[in-house]
């Protein structure tokens, strides 16, 4: 809309006659070029912004369960009442490093701060969560915080650029990924040959080298490539 007023501006100001046809001809030709270079921006940000958005998706999916102690005592607290018709069957818990016995004391107003906390730690608000954290008497164990540190510090550095902390973190727990490993590393892949392109000036040596990191994913993700 802002070039059309343009145009019509120049239009006004410039009345178009035979003396000052050259004048029309180099506006529209101005116009048309701002237009193209317009899209070619717009694309260009869609291109980098969605696999952005899909990687930070992938990883938030990628994390265990057991990232939240709450998830956690509820499995269990479940699985000990669907077994007490089994009086001869033992409860068996599930086991984790973030696990605490203590959880299964807390009443139920502890556990309803402890779920506020955590959906403010996944919303982005940590200083927030905190605050709350140290209000009610919770440790930094209680709701995990660590974790939560570490999901947020990885997807804020993958959204500057920054691809070397994903890669580190996808190569330590590429046995616990299985088969979302490969989309990931497609993914950063993918990421690091749009941000490659995107550099002044271009390096064409650096944009081969990124793009042949995409060869290897061409089987499974041609309609991406």
């Known amino acids: 809309m802002l070039v059309d007023r343009g145009e019509n ?8 006659t035979d003396s000052d046809t050259d004048i029309k001809q180099h506006t529209s030709l101005f116009v048309s070029t701002v237009k193209s270079k ?6 260009a940000h869609r291109d980098i912004h969605l696999p952005i958005s ?8 990628s ?19 669907s077994k007490t018709t089994k009086s001869i069957i033992k409860p068996v818990l599930k086991t984790s490093s973030l696990y605490k016995d203590s959880l299964s004391s807390k009443s139920p107003d502890d556990l309803l701060r402890l779920v506020i906390i955590e959906h403010l ?45 994903a890669r580190k973190w996808l190569s330590n727990n590429r046995e616990e990924l299985g088969d979302k490993a490969k989309q990931l590393e497609y993914c ?12 002044e000036p271009v390096d064409p040596a650096a944009v081969i080298q ?9 089987s499974d993700y041609s309609s991406g490539i």
């Open 54 to 61: 899909k990687f930070g998706k992938l990883v938030d999916k």
């Open 121 to 165: 730690l996944r919303e982005g608000h940590e200083s927030l969560a905190v605050d709350l954290m140290h209000n009610f008497g919770f440790t930094q164990e209680d709701i995990g915080l660590e974790k939560f540190k570490e999901l947020s510090d990885l997807v804020s550095s993958t959204q500057r650029g920054e691809l070397d902390p």
């Open 38 to 43: 317009l899209s070619d921006y717009i694309k």
């Open 9 to 16: 501006l120049a239009v006004t100001i410039f009345p178009c």
């Open 210 to 218: 990124s793009a042949r990191q995409l060869v290897p994913f061409a």
């Open 63 to 81: 994390f265990v369960d057991e990232l939240s102690h709450l998830t956690t005592y509820f499995t269990n607290h479940e699985k000990k009442e």
């Open 188 to 199: 950063l892949a993918k990421l690091d040959f749009l941000s490659t392109i995107q550099k």
